[in-house]
C-alpha cells in the first residue's frame, strides 16, 4: 500500500496482534500517529508508514494485546513496606513469629503495623483478639489488616490508644466487636472497609495517630501500585473507592510523572451522604474528565464479605444457626437510594458479595429503571462471589456488569478448607464466582485484580478464570464455571473498558484508538493455560509512547 499521510509516530511490526475487535480480529502490524491508532494490517504494509523521525518496534513474533484495564484496583489502598507482611502465614503461630521478628528489627517503634492476615490462620474458624496479639506485642499499640481489609485487629493497648470501649463500639472507622458475656471489646473491628477507608474514619485514623493512614504513607503506597500496575501491562486502573481528598494524591502522581496508567477513580459514598455532597462529587467529575484522569462513578456497599460471615445470604450459614448476614441498607432504603443517584445520572458501583446482598441490587437497579425509565447505566454488581442461579439472567435483562475478580476464585483462597467454602457450605458451591454462567446468559464480565486482596498481575487473574486451579497446580474447584483465554482476555480488556463507559477510546486495538497495548513475552491464546503465571508484559504502550519494558 501507500501511505498519502504523515508518517507515524511508531510502527510496531513483526508481532501477533490480537486485537479484541471482531471486525479485524488479528494483524501483524500497526502505526500509531497523535497517540492512536491510524493503521493496522499485514507486516509487508508496515514500511509504507515509516518516516525518518519514525520509531520502529520490532515485535519479533509476540503476542500483543490491548492494554489491560483492571476494573477494580485498590491502589492508593495498596501494600505498605512499613507493615508486618501477614499474607502467606498460615497459622497464628506464624503470625506471632512475623510479628516479633519485626519488632526485634524495629525495637523503637511507636506502633506495631501489619497486613494481610488470613482468617483461616486464626484457630478453631473463630475471629482474632486482643489476647491473640498481645502475648507478642506488649505494651505498644498494634493495629493489624486483614488481606481484605474489610476488618482491623488490635490489642490492647491499641483499644486504650483509639478510645475502644464496652460503652464506644460505635466507631468513625469501625464497628468493635464485643465480647458475648463480658461486654468488653474483644479487638476485632468489622466494617473497617465501609468505614475506616472513608473520608470521616480515615481522617480520625490520622487524628488518633495512626501511621498508615498518614498522607505520605498513602502517598508511598499509590505511587508502588502505579509502578506495579504499568510493569503488569495495566494501561487503565479503576480506583474503586476514594473521597474528594483523596484525589490530591492522584493529582501529585501526575503532576510528578508517576501516573503512567490512565486512571478511573470512583467516589465512595457511605451512609450519610449529604444531597450537597452529589453535587460536590458532580461538579469534581466535571473537573477531572479527560483520557488520563476521570473522576465520576459513585461506590456503595450492600453487604460485607464471606469470611468473617457479614456478606447477606438467602440462607444461613453453615455452622451459624440462623445468621445468614445483614445488608447495610434495608432492601426498600437502598431501591430508593439507587433510584436517586440513577435519577441524577450517577453510575454505581456496588460491593456485594452475597446471593441475598447481590439479589437487594438486581432488585434496585429494576426498581430504578421503573421509576427513571431505562437509560444505559451500566451499574456494576462488584464482586459476585455467591450467586443464586435465579439471578444470571438478570444481569443482562437489565444491563448490569459483573465486575469480578477471577482470582478470588482459587482453591487455596476460597475452595474446600477455606473459611469462604466452609461458611458457605458444599450445598452451595455451583453458586460460587459463576463466570461462565454470566457469560453464557449474556452478561457483560469485567475482570479486575482487587488490589491488594489478590495479586494485581492479570495474567494470574486469566490463568485462574481459565482453570479455577491452584496457583502452583493441583485439582480445580468448580471447573464447570471457568471461561477460555478469549473470554479471559476480553474481560480484561473490553469488558472493562465497556463497564467504565470506554469502550469508543480503549478496550481494543482498532483505527482511531488510543493507542494501548502491551507485548507479553508468551503467546497465552496458544500456550497451555498452565504456563499462563510466569508470563510478563515486556513492553508497554499508552498513548502510542512506550513506558515500561525495552527501550523504555
Not at 479485524?24 to 509504507?48: F, H, K, M, S, T
Not at 501516573?259 to 455532597?277: C, E, I, M, Y
Not at 458479595?353 to 437487594?360: E, K, Q, V, Y
Amino acid at each position: 500500500m501507500t501511505r498519502t499521510t504523515a508518517p507515524a509516530d511508531l510502527v510496531l511490526r513483526n508481532a501477533r496482534i490480537h486485537t479484541v475487535d471482531p471486525r479485524l480480529p488479528a494483524a501483524e502490524a500497526l502505526a500509531v500517529r497523535d497517540g492512536r491508532i491510524v493503521w493496522l494490517g499485514p507486516d509487508a504494509e508496515a514500511a509504507a508508514w515509516a518516516g525518518d523521525d519514525t520509531r520502529i518496534v520490532d515485535g519479533a513474533g509476540r503476542l500483543v494485546l490491548p492494554g489491560f484495564i483492571d476494573a477494580h484496583n485498590h491502589v492508593r489502598l495498596g501494600s505498605d513496606d512499613a507493615c508486618v507482611q501477614l499474607a502467606g502465614a498460615r497459622t497464628l503461630t506464624e503470625i506471632h513469629h512475623r510479628i516479633t521478628a519485626w519488632c526485634a528489627e524495629h525495637p523503637d517503634a511507636e506502633w506495631i503495623e501489619a497486613e494481610a492476615f488470613d482468617y483461616s490462620a486464626i484457630p478453631d474458624g473463630r475471629m482474632p483478639n486482643a489476647a491473640d496479639l498481645d502475648r507478642v506485642t506488649g505494651d505498644t499499640p498494634a493495629f493489624v489488616l486483614s488481606y481484605d481489609v474489610h476488618t482491623a485487629w488490635l490489642n490492647t493497648a491499641a483499644l486504650r490508644r483509639l478510645g475502644v470501649t464496652r460503652v464506644t463500639t460505635e466507631l468513625p472507622f469501625g464497628r468493635a466487636e464485643t465480647d458475648p458475656e463480658t461486654g468488653e471489646p474483644t479487638g476485632f473491628i468489622k466494617d473497617f472497609a465501609v468505614k475506616g477507608l472513608s473520608r470521616d474514619g480515615n481522617r480520625a485514623l490520622r487524628e488518633l495517630g495512626v501511621p498508615w493512614a498518614a498522607s505520605d504513607r498513602q502517598y508511598g503506597r499509590l505511587v508502588k501500585s502505579l509502578d506495579d500496575a504499568i510493569r503488569f501491562g495495566i494501561t487503565t486502573v479503576v480506583e474503586p473507592q476514594n473521597s474528594l481528598d483523596d484525589l490530591e494524591l492522584f493529582t501529585r502522581a501526575r503532576t510528578e510523572g508517576r501516573l503512567r496508567s490512565r486512571l478511573v477513580a470512583a467516589l465512595f459514598h457511605p451512609r450519610g451522604t449529604t444531597d450537597a455532597d452529589l453535587d460536590d462529587f458532580a461538579a469534581t467529575a466535571a473537573r477531572f474528565n479527560d483520557d488520563r484522569m476521570r473522576v465520576g462513578p459513585l461506590k456503595l456497599y450492600i453487604d460485607d464479605v464471606v469470611e468473617p460471615r457479614t456478606a447477606a445470604l438467602l440462607e444461613p450459614y453453615t455452622g451459624c444457626g440462623r445468621h445468614r448476614g445483614d445488608t447495610f441498607y434495608p432492601a426498600e432504603e437502598f431501591a430508593g437510594l439507587l433510584a436517586k443517584l440513577d435519577a441524577r445520572g450517577f453510575q454505581c458501583f456496588v460491593h456485594a458479595t452475597g446471593d441475598r446482598g447481590i439479589r437487594t441490587v438486581l432488585d434496585a437497579v429494576e426498581h430504578a429503571a421503573a421509576v427513571n425509565g431505562r437509560r444505559d447505566a451500566r451499574h456494576q454488581v462488584v464482586h459476585v462471589e455467591c450467586l443464586d442461579p435465579q439471578d444470571t439472567a438478570r444481569f443482562a435483562e437489565l444491563g448490569v456488569v459483573a465486575c469480578m475478580q477471577p482470582r478470588h476464585c482459587a482453591p487455596e483462597i476460597a475452595g474446600p478448607g477455606q473459611d469462604w467454602a466452609e461458611n458457605i457450605g458444599s450445598d452451595r458451591w455451583h453458586k460460587a464466582w459463576p463466570m461462565r454462567s454470566l457469560h453464557e446468559a449474556g452478561a457483560v464480565l469485567a475482570f479486575s485484580s482487587d488490589w491488594n486482596v489478590a495479586e494485581m498481575d492479570p495474567l494470574i487473574g486469566i490463568y485462574t478464570a481459565v482453570t479455577r486451579r491452584p496457583l502452583g497446580g493441583g485439582e480445580p474447584w468448580q471447573p464447570g464455571e471457568t471461561v477460555d483465554v478469549e473470554t479471559a482476555v476480553h474481560g480484561y480488556t473490553m469488558g472493562s473498558a465497556y463497564a467504565n463507559f470506554l469502550e469508543d477510546e480503549r478496550g481494543s486495538l482498532t483505527v482511531g484508538k488510543l493507542a494501548d497495548f502491551t507485548v507479553l513475552s508468551r503467546d497465552i491464546l496458544r500456550i497451555s493455560p498452565d504456563d499462563i503465571p510466569g508470563t510478563r508484559a515486556e513492553l508497554v504502550v499508552v498513548g502510542g509512547e512506550v513506558v515500561a519494558g525495552t527501550g523504555a
